[in-house]
């Protein structure tokens, strides 16, 4: 065959290439949700734990792996998903340790009973950290 017949087929097995391949990576995958969505299912999934207790607001860290919920009696519960694995606690007063962390937006939060929920947590904002830390000192 000629040289020009080789290049031509080499051309179009590149664009075919990025056709099926390229854009394929491009386009956002169906997996990813909003924050509200992240939200509903943690609030879904804690009243499955705890069938009797009504959510009134829920705020996420930015890994989207722990929700802080503040209960319609003041309480407040915990749904944390890690590897799969979800669970969920209505906290107590004397079960836990709070502290700030040098991010502004950050809060430790050390449960010495249960290491499930011990961790550092980042929120989106300030604002987020700063609610769930009154909600959680002020907790019932």
């Not at 802080?68 to 998903?81: A, C, E, N, P, Q």
């Not at 950050?106 to 499930?116: A, H, R, S, T």
Request: charged share 25%.
């Amino acid at each position: 065959m000629e040289t020009w017949v080789w290049l031509l087929i080499a051309v179009v097995v590149a664009i075919a290439a990025y056709y099926i391949f390229g854009r394929a990576k491009a386009q956002k995958p169906d997996d990813e949700f909003s924050v509200d969505e992240a939200n509903g299912w943690a609030s879904r999934e804690f009243s499955r734990s705890y069938p009797d207790s009504n959510v009134a607001a829920v705020i996420g860290d930015t890994e989207i792996e722990t929700f802080f919920l503040r209960l319609s009696d003041g309480k407040v519960g915990i749904y944390r998903s890690r590897r799969g694995k979800g669970q969920a606690i209505i906290v107590s007063q004397s079960d836990y340790r709070l502290r700030a962390l040098p991010e502004a937006n950050g809060l430790q939060v050390d449960y010495p009973e249960n290491d499930f929920f011990s961790g550092n947590y980042h929120f989106r904002s300030e604002q987020d950290a700063a609610d769930v830390s009154t909600w959680m000192l002020n907790a019932r």
